[in-house]
């Protein structure tokens, strides 16, 4: 049987980084009897390729192939898909390197998913930043609807067949942006594309001496004109829609406008408005209105420049942007808008819209802690928008939504966007008391009007699957005691707050017994965690029975600090039957029967028998006594 895998590594110059990555291969757990490894030498002068040469002598599995450079990764790697012989590809650069399970996890999910094409989870390192954030294992993502087309650099797991049967190649020549054409058209003819997530597959090196590809200068006319092929490819396979608009929107975030940076600048007169002339039929080609909404407003108002052909206010924006000289972002009623120079110049002329960045204001915030004081479920966290400089005043606040209710408490809030929320079950509502129910929780950060808010999550630190703890707290002298319960609810662990019981039970770990004395006389006892029960408030025990009315005991109740309640009853006066134990808690207005079970968990049942007569209850007595005193 051939290799599982083929590793194809194109390889120049990078020889202060080979060890590290062949190690990674050498380690890989999927086993180096299922890993072929192809290592390409693209013209190396720098002693790359005798150090391949060197490293497969003593690597069975490794095979290397010297050819002159070629400007770009695309030569190599062609070179490499020609010799594979495994069921699926990995392109690893050579100045990055491998988690050790990467291999293994990667095409265990394409066997069991039956993927054409599989991302591992990316790590940035040397302040090199990963391209997306993968966080979730999904067998089955779209590219519509996912992040994934946000990173089609090629370092994938591939399906052989795929590339065979699509003729996929890389393009050659070219420094920066090689890997598009391949892996875009790969992506949108996959009939499967999964995600590994947990564990950090691909680790990406960001070279301290600044020597990465995608750092280096290059004909950005000539990369234009190449990245309008890219559109129209795109075109080609995507009918015109929104499903469109999303791929193009990620092209012109990555390849046309992005460039209108330090690169640009860069340029003289003549450069600057060649690189402006080939950019912008493509702006007048493919951009919709839909596509430039999504934008933030730094490449909108690019988008704009090179559309209306103005040379000064491209030029202008782009000094901006690259001195980081904004100011704070102008805040009018709900709407935040990107200060640029040109904003509000009536000479400039540009619409507001075009500065609009209210979309793209993010609300960062955590959640540190969450308890109970009393009736008051106290929060604190952090909640801030970013986006609109640090000078902007803000304030946070919590709010509570049940089905077509909504509240909002607000919090104390510091410079720095720290909170303190105090949520009083008693007085949440507008000033009464919440309702029973599932209540969501969210949190809101606000400037002036512009308001944003998120589901509040489990605090930092929470144990996963810590159980829910109902309480008992005190409403008020009108509403009394009620159940309420904090808990996180599935998939995503968001804080809600369930008032009255509704779907946690209060005292769900009430356990019983049932004694039976020498004489037949039978007592029950049964206790129950029930946080917030008043030391003072009666805990009496109930017996139940079907077709037969509750049998509540005269028993003695009690409570033990902020947690534990108890009683215990005997059975006199109990009529003849078998009944079912609850602890029942009455209060103020506050009713609430806890099922109670035995040890074995099933609901304790208790079996009253017809009462022996008290003459023969006190023979029994004597003749015990009378053997007690013989055995004496």
């Given amino acids: 049987m051939g290799p599982r895998v083929s590793v194809i590594v194109p390889v120049h110059n990078t020889e202060r980084y080979l060890r590290r990555c062949f190690d990674s291969v050498a380690a890989q757990t999927l086993g180096q009897d299922r890993i072929e490894v192809i290592a390409v030498d693209d013209g190396s002068g720098d002693g790359s390729g005798a150090w391949l040469d060197a490293w497969a002598e003593t690597h069975p599995n490794v095979s290397v192939v010297h050819q002159p450079a070629s400007g770009g990764a695309g030569r190599p790697r062609n070179v490499g898909i020609e010799r594979a012989t495994g069921e ?58 996912s992040p994934v087309y946000w990173t089609l650099a090629a370092y994938k797991l591939w399906r052989r067949t795929l590339i065979e049967k699509h003729g996929l190649r890389f393009t050659e020549g070219y420094l920066i942006n090689e890997d598009i054409p391949f892996a875009a058209h790969g992506v949108l003819h996959a009939e499967k594309i999964s995600v590994v997530a947990d564990h950090d597959c691909y680790f990406l090196e960001g070279r301290d001496d600044g020597s990465n590809a995608s750092r280096q200068d290059v004909d950005w006319v000539r990369q234009l004109a190449y990245v309008s092929g890219i559109l129209d490819m795109v075109a080609a396979h995507v009918p015109e829609g929104q499903d469109r608009d999303k791929l193009m929107e990620r092209h012109f975030h990555g390849e046309v406008l992005s460039m209108f940076g330090a690169p640009y600048l860069a340029r003289d007169e003549e450069g600057r408005r060649a690189m402006a002339g080939a950019a912008a039929p493509l702006v007048e080609k493919w951009m919709t209105e839909r596509i430039a909404t999504a934008l933030p407003p730094r490449l909108r108002l690019r988008a704009h420049c090179l559309r209306t052909g103005d040379l000064a206010q491209l030029t202008a924006a782009v000094e901006a942007d690259t001195a980081r000289e904004l100011g704070p ?83 104390e809030t510091d410079e720095d966007g720290h909170y303190t929320a105090a949520i009083d079950v008693g007085h949440a509502a507008d000033g009464g008391p919440l309702p029973d129910g599932i209540w969501t929780m969210r949190v809101t950060a606000a400037a002036g009007e512009l308001v944003k808010d998120a589901w509040l ?21 009108a509403a009394g005691p009620t159940a309420v319960t904090v808990f996180h609810s599935d998939p995503h662990r968001h804080v809600n707050l369930d008032v009255g019981a509704t779907r946690y039970p209060l005292g769900r770990d009430a356990l019983g017994a049932v004694h039976v004395g020498p004489l037949g006389r039978t007592t029950v006892e049964a206790s129950a965690t029930v946080p917030g029960w008043p030391a003072d408030a009666p805990v009496h025990l109930v017996l139940t029975a ?61 079996t009253v028998r017809p009462s022996v007569p008290q003459r023969l209850v006190r023979k029994a007595r004597r003749t015990l006594g009378r053997a007690r005193r013989t055995v004496g």
């Fill in 88 to 145: 699926y590809l990995f392109f690893l650069d050579s100045d990055d390197y491998l988690g050790t399970e990467a291999l293994e996890r990667m095409v265990a999910m394409a066997e069991e998913q039956g993927s054409d094409v599989v991302y591992g989870r990316i790590v940035g390192i040397g302040g090199r930043p990963a391209p997306v954030d993968l966080r979730l294992n999904s067998p089955d993502v779209s590219i519509f609807d």
């Fill in 329 to 411: 972002a102008v805040i009018e009623g709900d709407r935040a808008y990107a200060a640029y120079p040109a904003f509000r110049d009536p000479a400039a002329g540009i619409p507001d819209e075009v500065f609009d960045l209210t979309s793209r204001i993010t609300l960062r915030h955590r959640l540190t802690d969450h308890h109970w004081d009393g009736p008051v479920l106290r929060l604190t966290g952090t909640a801030r928008l970013e986006g609109l400089g640090p000078a902007t005043e803000q304030g946070a606040g919590i709010l509570l939504r049940r089905q077509g209710y909504t509240y909002w408490v607000p919090a």
């Fill in 457 to 477: 999550p489990r605090p930092e630190g929470a144990a996963y699957d810590a159980p829910p703890e109902p309480r008992v707290v005190d409403r008020g002298r």
């Fill in 546 to 606: 079907p077709g037969k009315a509750p049998f509540v005991t005269p028993g003695r109740g009690s409570s033990f600090g902020e947690s534990k309640v108890s009683a215990a009853a005997g059975l006199r006066g109990v009529p003849v039957g078998t009944w079912e134990l609850a602890l029942r808690l009455e209060h103020r207005g506050f009713l609430r029967d806890l099922p109670v079970r035995g040890a074995d968990g099933e609901r304790l049942r208790v």
